[in-house]
């Protein structure tokens, strides 16, 4: 079953990396609001064919379309709440927009593991397609229309791909993100075997990990809205000291394990938000094909860091994950420090 699972993993990020900033420039035609309801009915209706997929294939074939969508409707998602706030409180926008994602997960993952476990697997499905239902809903009810995505100054996005800041941007959101992931992706292996720790007791603590994250995306946004530059160089280190922490006690106590994996999560979900603003900082004038770039990258990132996550457990043991982590963030920040060096020279 875990093999089946990374396959589904591998196969989404590998269609919103290749296809999600394609999708998002040939979209940029239709009304946003538009753009984000289909969308999430999409999301609903995949969910809903999931639960009675009659087999592997074609619950893989499934993920396709959410893949797809996936770059489009987050792209278009953080332009639409950058566009309710002026233009001094885009930090705020997008801190806002990331808590309901950081929401979504806290609650919506445990929540679906928790209906799996309890009913099927398929009723987990329903639930999904419900939400996402839900959702499109509220959003065509609360969000007021607003043009076209693409507007007269942006006349071709593929312009930005001639900037080098755009690419170290890129660079930057893959390292973060496989620095992230390098050691997310073992969170709960870590845990038994590291900190020697049952199910529930690990349940527990990513439920922790999962409100640090909330509490780490509204620090991440005010920072990030005085001090962008020195925030996100400012990230990998603080995300590597929590890696340091992790390890140095990895032998303590369930009790003691409480706050240090509320920094985990406070370290670890920032980097969303922290990522995100660099990648749209780097080509202002294409918020939305930036974010399809953050988006393709990130999925980049996940794949990269657990792949050589689990390189470095082989090689070396379970702790292994933490070197990774420590890898990926200091070359997040050497591309962090080009870019700066580029802009002052």
């Known amino acids: 079953m875990a093999s089946l699972s990374l396959r589904l993993v591998a196969l989404f990020a590998g269609v919103v990396a290749v296809c999600g900033p394609v999708m998002v420039l040939w979209l940029a035609r239709f009304e946003r609001r538009k753009v984000l309801a289909v969308s999430l009915l999409i999301f609903s209706l995949c969910s809903l064919l999931s639960a009675r997929a009659p087999s592997f294939a074609v619950l893989m074939a499934l993920r396709v379309p959410s893949a797809l969508l996936h770059p489009v409707f987050f792209s278009v998602a953080f332009a639409s709440a950058l566009s309710l706030y002026p233009a001094d409180r885009a930090a705020h926008a997008t801190s806002m927009a990331f808590l309901g994602t950081t929401l979504g997960l806290v609650l919506g993952v ?77 969170a709960a292996e870590y845990l038994a075997r590291e900190v020697h720790l049952g199910g529930e007791a690990i349940s527990l603590l990513l439920v922790v990990f999962g409100i ?51 920094l985990w999560g406070a370290a670890h979900t920032s980097g969303l938000i922290v990522s ?48 990774s982590g420590w890898l990926f963030a200091g070359l997040a920040v050497v591309f962090v420090l080009a870019r700066r060096i580029k802009s002052w020279s």
Not at 159 to 179: G, I, Y
Not at 278 to 300: G, H, I, K, Q, R
């Open 212 to 262: 640090g994250g909330v509490l780490g995306n509204l620090i991440a946004g005010r920072a990030l809205g005085r001090q962008l530059a020195w925030t996100v160089l400012s990230y990998p280190i603080v995300l590597a000291s929590a890696y340091s922490v992790l390890l140095v006690f990895s032998s303590a106590s369930f009790a003691a394990m409480l706050p240090i994996c509320l």
């Open 110 to 186: 445990p929540l679906s593991t928790w209906i799996e476990a309890t009913v099927s697997y398929e009723a987990s499905f329903y639930f999904s397609a419900v939400v996402n239902l839900v959702a499109a809903a509220g959003l065509w009810v609360m969000l007021p229309p607003r043009p076209k995505t693409r507007v007269a100054s942006q006349q071709n996005p593929l312009l930005v791909l001639r900037t080098k800041r755009v690419w170290l941007a890129v660079a930057t959101a893959v390292c973060m993100f496989a620095a992230m992931f390098s050691v997310y992706s073992y």
């Open 276 to 323: 995100q603003m660099w990648m749209t900082s780097a080509a202002p004038d294409a918020p939305e094909f930036a974010t399809s770039l953050y988006v393709s990258a990130a999925n980049l990132g996940v794949v990269l860091g657990a792949f050589v996550g689990g390189s470095f457990i082989e090689s070396v043991g379970m702790p292994g994950v933490i070197w």
